[in-house]
């Protein structure tokens, strides 16, 4: 039987303006203590183009990313079975306490998935989130074909359209 795993703690920023969801860290995420740690993720790539600079290679400088530019990480599930990284292969999810965590911080005003699956399971675990936007991205992992630079471009655009709105 394949083992149990678990999802990280979130990282937020003091105010965050939009949460970020996956699903569950990939193995080599959790071998590595990180999030997004599988070198084909452009996750990292995405969010520093974002922010207008190189690719940082230290993770503490990635979770700094977060933290600047108003944002939150975590993962749809708190644990579940997967043998290997595919989303597909999820099994016995149990989700994080995502309610809490937008009753913590109602700063919060739109939640983006980071691939079908995760809002997939979003919409499994829990009702409409009362003053929150739902929005899908594409997926950064490599299994999902698209181009990087159409990705980036999605993505540039849910991100600047949260972030730069009126506080």
Known sequence: MDEQIFSFTPILSAQPKVLILGTMPSATSLQKNEYYAFPGNVFWKIISAIKG???????????????EMDLALWDVCHTCIRPGSADSAIQKEEPNELKELLDAYPSIRAILFNGKTAEKLFHKHFMKMEG?????????????????EKKLKIWQESLIAHLVSPK
């Open 132 to 148: 929150v936007q739902l929005f899908v991205m594409p997926s950064t992992s490599p299994a999902y074909t698209l181009s990087f």
């Open 53 to 67: 600079i190189d690719c940082p290679t230290v993770y503490t400088e990635k979770r700094k990313l977060i933290l």
